[in-house]
């Protein structure tokens, strides 16, 4: 068996300053991941995805999703719907960042697989909370098989 590959943080959001304060935040919850930041829907999709949309490319990474809602080009939750109905990333975590706490985007959102929705300002004690339970998402991916 090989050893597991680290988890890959992919952070969807077009708001620099939000994303440097998530990056902040993740890091001071003492997750040391690599993060790769993109800004609208279009780029994420076509590394998510690939550039035939198969969802190939990402069969043997490690991922999470940090998706914001709104993005310029595209809502969150048509990027949650991809990546939830994609047989190779559905199974990748992803925690919806947004400043709506509309009960219905947010039981949209669980409806279509998403793992933890946390509401934009986002406070610090609640978001280490939320990376903290992907904590376990990271140490169950993290472990490599042993048997």
């Known amino acids: 068996m090989n050893s597991a590959k680290p988890v890959t943080i992919i952070m969807i959001e077009d708001d620099e300053g939000h994303a440097r304060l998530i990056e902040k935040n993740i890091r001071?919850?003492?997750v040391s991941n690599e993060?790769?930041?993109?800004?609208?829907?279009?780029?994420?999709?076509?590394?998510?995805?690939?550039?035939?949309g198969s969802g190939e490319e990402s069969a043997r990474r490690q991922?999470?999703?940090?998706?914001?809602l709104n993005l310029p080009d595209m809502?969150?939750?048509a990027i949650l719907e991809k990546v939830k109905n994609n047989p190779h990333t559905r199974?990748?975590?992803?925690?919806?960042?947004?400043?709506t706490d509309d009960e219905r985007e947010i039981q949209r959102c669980y409806?279509?697989?998403?793992?933890?929705?946390?509401?934009?300002?986002?406070?610090?004690?609640?978001f280490a909370n939320a990376?903290?339970?992907?904590g376990l998402f990271f140490s169950v991916m993290q472990v490599p098989e042993t048997d």
Do not use: H
Not at 35 to 52: S, V
Not at 91 to 99: D, K, M, Q
Not at 111 to 126: H, Q
């Open 91 to 99: 199974r990748s975590p992803v925690v919806v960042l947004t400043t």
């Open 75 to 77: 809502t969150g939750v």
């Open 35 to 52: 993060i790769m930041p993109f800004t609208n829907g279009t780029d994420a999709l076509a590394y998510l995805l690939g550039k035939d």
């Open 111 to 126: 409806d279509l697989g998403a793992n933890v929705y946390i509401t934009k300002p986002v406070d610090y004690e609640s």
């Open 131 to 134: 990376i903290r339970q992907l």
């Open 63 to 68: 991922l999470l999703v940090l998706l914001d």
């Open 28 to 30: 001071r919850a003492g």
